[in-house]
């Protein structure tokens, strides 16, 4: 990959946020901190995708419709800077089975797949993410379940009782200290990463009894107790279903520190720090909200403790991280504490009527507000899908990932549960996921050293950027200062070109292009046509850690897969066009690279030739033809003689060095030829002047190709597809006799409401009897994220 010094404009909002709140101290030393903090920050840009589906489960031959929303990984609002995402369906082997690049216009865009019928039935991953994001790694990437089934491959295996089970403990604040209480928080889970339940003890060397412990929910649970020198502890599990694990707890250190964090009212946390040799010492604690400080606050340790009051007010909704400095400013302890949404896009969905008959029309009000304000910027998706015992309500919610499960490593099971849940049994589970789920986002010892972050993947602020080598073909070696170029050919052709560094790398900004294409590269083939290139390919090879749950179909969901199934062939039967309609009108980027051209000249105004000598000498006056041995053109300054240099000849976007071949072509498959009458800089290469030749169908430029060019498919962005929706208007239409098998009655990624807030939402039910659930999704322009769900019954006749 070609490596880059990239700079970035940070916005003020961004740099104004992380400046606010040093109000404690004007030491120098805790300054210093804070401002290695701030500049750690404002260098490491982060971004986080969101990916709302129309459903969950699916048949091969179904189509997976997905709206992709990217955000700032600070303030959660939608990015403008990554103009791409990457979205990826990967099977139980790690192999990415489908992928598609989207466009991403004012921080969301929205795409499809048509599930093949190769696949086999299983539980896979459908994940997200932007080129930026690269740099962070797979850990950081979108990642969700999706189901599909294939009747005619293996449907699915049942599930293994055996399997094994991992348990987990995690010290508050990180470590355990001999004499000092503490809370040990820990996690019983099976390998697929679902908590299990059962009952732990607690067992010194002696194999004493301690005490007992059992999860609280999903597997996950704390105690307290405080360990003793010179004594080892461990842990023996006996599950619910009767298996048993053992395990031994963390060391235990005989000096340092430890933190608890309470909940002194409804209005205050409590931080309290014990420590162990450092009496008089100051202790201190530094507060940020997703890299965003919040306050540095220093307390003296007077016998051994220092407690730190936390107005909750004062910090940001979503999880904080508190982390304690010793006197010698190393950090210590450190530990996350989660503060539910307080501002929020609130969404009101409100069907005209409950129950809804066959093909019937269905109208859907949707208002968004924050309490009482009205809310007419928001970004929004609808899905309406049957739910039945293969298909429930499991879509996440974007707040709960944008504030929780993006910033928090490991599988978490049920997320909505720990957001939208304001109980003490809520309050308990969220505190626990605290201790043992860690932070991803930050690295303290990257911070005190002043690391400055490395990127290896540059942001597609414009459009795809294509990357590649290229090599001498006698050597093998990789060739570096060759000017290489780039082109899309075709009537609306895209081109760029770059030079290679030293490992050969190149990198090409090619702009947006839809569908499949082919890539077409080559060098000066006047003066170096030995080279030879080899493209990479955008998407990510590595994967995250996260398990694959393994597909469980019991005997009693047969009748609903087989309907389901049945359903799925006759809508492939009767709709397989209806389905496979793209906008093609939707991307309206027809210009060229160099823009306007001085002068255009569009054939069929005049008399045809039937030599392009004849051409350009007869019409094109900017452009100077001679014809010593071989041909050369000059272009004309707009207020000077003629350049001395060779102008940039293109046909259909291909740059063409052999003038001769250009000269030798038939003219009257040229439609038009633009003219750049000045000097033209594009990326390193400067020319004095552009002639491009642009043909009916943008075909002809290939048959110039120089053989030592190099052709390949390339996939560009998706193209947006049409959803499906009939309508029952008239009564030869309600009562026609093609089925309508429909169990998606309703897709929309590009829902926004009025000046009031308000939007209505309109679609028809299918053949298809049973319970819907309509799901909207979406964001507004200052990151306030919200979602909402309602269901419909459609009665069979």
Not at 79 to 106: F, P, R
Not at 420 to 447: Q, S
Not at 497 to 526: H, M, P, R
């Amino acid at each position: 990959m070609k490596i880059f010094s990239i700079t970035y404009k940070i916005p003020v909002f961004f740099l104004t946020g992380l400046l606010l709140n040093v109000s404690s101290f004007a030491q120098t030393d805790n300054d210093s901190l804070v401002a290695k903090f701030n500049r750690y920050s404002t260098q490491n840009w982060q971004e986080k995708v969101f990916v709302h589906t129309d459903k969950s489960f699916y048949l091969t031959g179904e189509v997976v419709w997905f709206k992709a929303y990217v955000t700032d990984a600070v303030f959660n609002m939608p990015a403008n800077q990554s103009k791409i995402c990457y979205v990826e369906i990967i099977n139980k082997d790690l192999k990415q089975v489908l992928q598609g690049k989207v466009e991403i216009t004012g921080g969301s865009g929205n795409g499809s797949f048509t599930l093949p019928g190769f696949l086999t039935s299983g539980n896979y991953i459908l994940r997200a993410y932007t080129n930026w994001m690269k740099n962070m790694g797979p850990g950081y990437f979108f990642e969700k379940n999706i189901t599909v089934v294939n009747t005619l491959k293996n449907a699915g295996k049942a599930a293994n009782n055996n399997d094994n089970v991992s348990v987990q403990f995690f010290p508050e604040g990180g470590q355990l200290v001999n004499g000092l209480q503490s809370i040990v928080a820990f996690n019983f889970i099976n390998k697929n990463g679902a908590g299990v339940n059962g009952t732990g003890y607690l067992l010194n060397t002696n194999n004493d009894t301690i005490l007992k412990f059992s999860p609280s929910r999903f597997g996950i649970g704390k105690f307290s107790f405080t360990p003793q020198k010179n004594t080892q502890y461990k842990a023996s599990i006996i599950l619910d279903d009767g298996k048993k694990a053992t395990d031994q707890l963390p060391f235990a250190y005989n000096e340092g520190y430890v933190m608890q964090v309470t909940n002194t009212d409804a209005a205050q946390i409590k931080v309290t720090v014990t420590s162990t040799g450092a009496a008089g010492n100051n202790t201190y604690l530094f507060i940020h909200t997703r890299n965003r400080f919040k306050a540095l606050l220093q307390q003296q340790l007077k016998n051994g403790v220092a407690e730190f009051n936390i107005d909750k007010k004062s910090l940001e909704d979503g999880i904080t991280q508190l982390t304690v400095f010793n006197n010698t400013r190393q950090p210590v302890c450190e530990r996350l504490y989660f503060k539910r949404p307080s501002k929020k896009l609130d969404i009101d969905i409100s069907p005209a009527q409950n129950s809804f008959a066959e093909r019937s029309g269905v109208n859907v009000s949707v208002t968004t507000h924050q309490q009482q304000a009205i809310i007419n910027d928001a970004d929004m998706s609808v899905s309406a899908f049957l739910i039945d015992s293969l298909q429930g309500i499991n879509e996440p919610g974007i707040l709960t990932y944008l504030l929780l499960t993006s910033d928090l490593t490991g599988h978490i099971e049920s997320p909505d549960w720990y957001v939208n849940n304001n109980t003490a049994e809520a309050d308990e589970g969220i505190d626990n996921l605290m201790l043992t789920h860690g932070w991803r986002r930050l690295k303290w010892e990257d911070i005190l050293q002043n690391k400055k972050p490395y990127f290896k993947y540059a942001a597609e602020l414009e459009g795809p950027l294509v990357a590649g080598r290229v090599f001498d073909r006698t050597t093998g070696l990789a060739a570096k200062n060759i000017t290489c170029y780039l082109t899309v050919p075709g009537q609306q052709f895209k081109f760029a070109t770059d030079v290679s560094n030293n490992e050969g790398q190149l990198l090409f900004n090619i702009g947006k292009f839809y569908g499949n294409n082919q890539l077409v590269a080559q060098t000066n083939n006047q003066t170096d046509s030995n080279y030879r290139f080899d493209f990479s390919s955008p998407f990510y090879d590595s994967f995250s850690t996260n398990s694959f749950t393994p597909l469980m179909l019991a005997r009693q969901f047969k009748e609903q897969l087989e309907n389901r199934t049945i359903n799925a062939q006759a809508e492939n039967a009767y709709l397989r066009d209806a389905k496979q309609r793209f906008n093609l009108t939707a991307h309206g980027d027809t210009s060229v690279f160099y823009g306007t051209p001085d002068k255009a000249y569009y054939l069929d105004d005049y008399t045809r030739f039937t030599t392009m000598d004849e051409v350009m000498r007869e019409f094109v006056v900017e452009v100077r033809v001679r014809k010593p041995t071989d041909y050369n053109l000059r272009v004309k300054m707009p207020t000077a003689p003629y350049f001395f240099g060779t102008p940039l000849v293109l046909v259909d976007g291909v740059p063409v060095f052999n003038v001769n071949k250009v000269m030798e072509s038939d003219p009257l498959k040229i439609k038009k030829i633009d003219i750049v009458t000045h000097k033209y800089y594009s990326g390193p290469l400067i020319t004095d002047g552009v002639i491009s030749y642009c043909s009916y169908d943008g075909s002809v430029g290939a048959t110039l190709l120089d053989p030592n060019g190099l052709v390949v498919e390339y996939d560009g962005l998706q193209r947006e597809r049409e959803f499906y929706s009939p309508v029952y208007d008239a009564p030869e239409k309600l009562n026609g006799r093609i089925p309508d098998v429909r169990n998606v009655l309703y897709w929309n990624p590009n829902i926004k409401t009025d000046a009031k807030g308000h939007q209505t939402i309109s679609f028809y039910t299918s053949d298809v009897p049973g319970k819907y659930a309509v799901i909207v999704q979406g964001i507004t322009a200052n990151g306030l994220a919200g979602s909402a769900v309602t269901t419909i019954d459609v009665q069979p006749k």
